[in-house]
């Protein structure tokens, strides 16, 4: 290999002359491999002179390579079957999160990712197929019923608890006492944006500093729901407020301004009681129960905290969930739900409630309760449940 | 003529503005420090109480008090590798042949080498898009652990380019000269003494490159990496998670026991960038040399 012999020549002729250097010069080429050789086994690498580096790599480039092909042709091989992708909501995450794990610790063989990509966002993926189950804090929409139409995705609508979403401010904020569905139209609508800017501007004792608010993001389904819950039109909003699809975000926003207004899951305010101050609302119907009230466990799950509690959800598609892998996580997702649900501090359905749906998934009945129209006000679970019944 | 005591004036001005110029400068250097400084005890305070074999060897879990970095530990590292084995051939390559092929003056290679200058400028963020649209969507590779490193690879692509460029530039033409009146080729003379003689500078270079990309979260962000990954990636085209998403992760939940985590996630990332850029001093020193 006269390649080789011009290598090292020229290294040993660059290096400072060491004993080492010299030692190498003196040796033929097939022997200061071999040394080298047994230098690597020994973690030698660092004491290697410039140059030596290059020979190992030339000594061992086609050994790589081949290792390189193998190990890409064994992965690209590897099968995907164990494999179940959700992806959507950040509102069901942390159900779907604590069902992922604690599915994965009873069965050791299969993987389970969970996405945030918010529930437009995952409706996107999952009416392309990318997703096997996908997160939902709203019922699907007309374009997004389209989509999976357009790709032959038929899908399995299943309700996994209920969420209300919470009206929060600082608790420094000692005027607001409750708010009615109305005054929250008025500061949230499209007309507002640039308009409505203080506080007496909603009600005129209240004081004439400046409000700022902070809601969820437009890949939310939370936008979509309080949207069409406040202001009667999905997306129909005003545009200046601190969005973010990340309740946090939001939760941060309003602890730390006296006269911030959030909007936000209600889990996010169980999670942030002591910096938050809850504002009862009044939606101004009485078959409800009458005047203003704060959602709490109890009054989102008796339907009395309206218009703001909804169903969330989680859609299989009907032709992932012929494989065992999904078959199984969507099955012991129903049937641990009860419990996970009420650890990630949502409501959860009653017992018969997720026998239904279980049995709904089981014989794959497809489409959606709500006709695929979107945010649907006022579902309660006996709606729910009718809607599993039929 | 100017008097001696208008030079004197003259010589104090000149000694103040130097003052000046010195204290200013040193403002500089102390902000900087400061900042990271602060960062990193910050980082520390919050941190280190939570690091413990246990943290560094467990899974994911939605317990702050269970849940480890194993996977995205992991994780960063075959996406490091993957990333160094992708853009290192492709980085070097294209360096040879910019600086050993190609005519340094004539205009082509006047353009490509602002574009990429202008590349290594390029929001990360941008390159996540490309990599969405190419690898994940185009190419169908999913959010996998190939996209992830194809899309870092690609992001650090111009700052490998630049450093190879840097180090066999360093090379002294003599030893080219002296290769070809010897009679070597054009490719014997690169192979057998160029790159040899270049391989420390370009060494240090690509470590570099590597340690920006350890830290990158928005591209592999943007491409749909952000997901709950409790096992370390088991083949190329599995899903994958690293250190910086997981920080960002536990950055996001609302129990603040995840933001000690997330402290502690980020004393190990320092320490691995750390780790990576004395690996590359230790070697710019081991096997630098002068030319004269």
Redesign the interface.
Known sequence: MP?LQ??LV??VQ??PPTDASLGLYKMNCQTVLRILGIKHLFGGI?RW???E??IMFMKFRWFGTLA?LL??F???C?D?SL?V?V?GSSTV??IT??V??EF?KENPTF???????GTGGGFK?FGRG?TDVTNASRPIKPSEVELCKKNGIEYIELPVAFDGLAITVNPENDWVDYMTVAELKKLWEPEAQGKILYWNQIRPDWPSKKISLAGPGPDSGSYDYFTKAVCGEEGASRGDFIASE???VL?QAVARDDYTLGVFGL??YE??REILKLVPIDDGKMDNGDGAIAPSLETVKNATYQPLSRPIFIYVSKQSADRPEVEKFVEFYLQQAKTLTEEAEYIPLPEETYQLILRRFQNRVTGSVFGGKGSTLGVSIDDVLRGDIN | MISRTQLQRLLARQRRNDRIFQIVAAIGVLIALITLGALIVDALIDGVPRLSWKFLTSY???FPAEAGIFAALLGSMYVIALTA?ISVPLGVGAAIYLEEYTNRSSRISRIIEINVANLAGVPSIIYGILGLGLFVRIMRL??SLLAGALTLALLVLPIVIISAREAIRSVPPSIREAAYALG?SRW?AI???V???A??GI?TGVILAISRAVGETAPLIMI?A??????PP??????FTVLPIQIYNWV????KEFLTNAAAGIVVLLAVTLLLNALAI?LRN??Q?QYS
């Open positions: 390649g011009g290598v020229h290294a660059d290096a660092f002179k410039r140059g580096w290059f390189l190990s890409v064994y992965s690209g590897g995907d494999l992708e992806d995450y942390p999160e604590a992922a794990e994965q993987r389970v990712t969970v996405g945030i990509s993926q990318e990340n309740d946090n939760v889990a996010y999670a942030n | 994911l879990s939605r084995l999913d959010k070597a014997q192979s057998h003494h790159l040899p003689m391989f420390p060494l749909g952000l997901m709950f990954v409790t096992h088991e083949g190329l085209l599995k899903p996001d939940r609302p129990q230790f081991r096997y040399t």
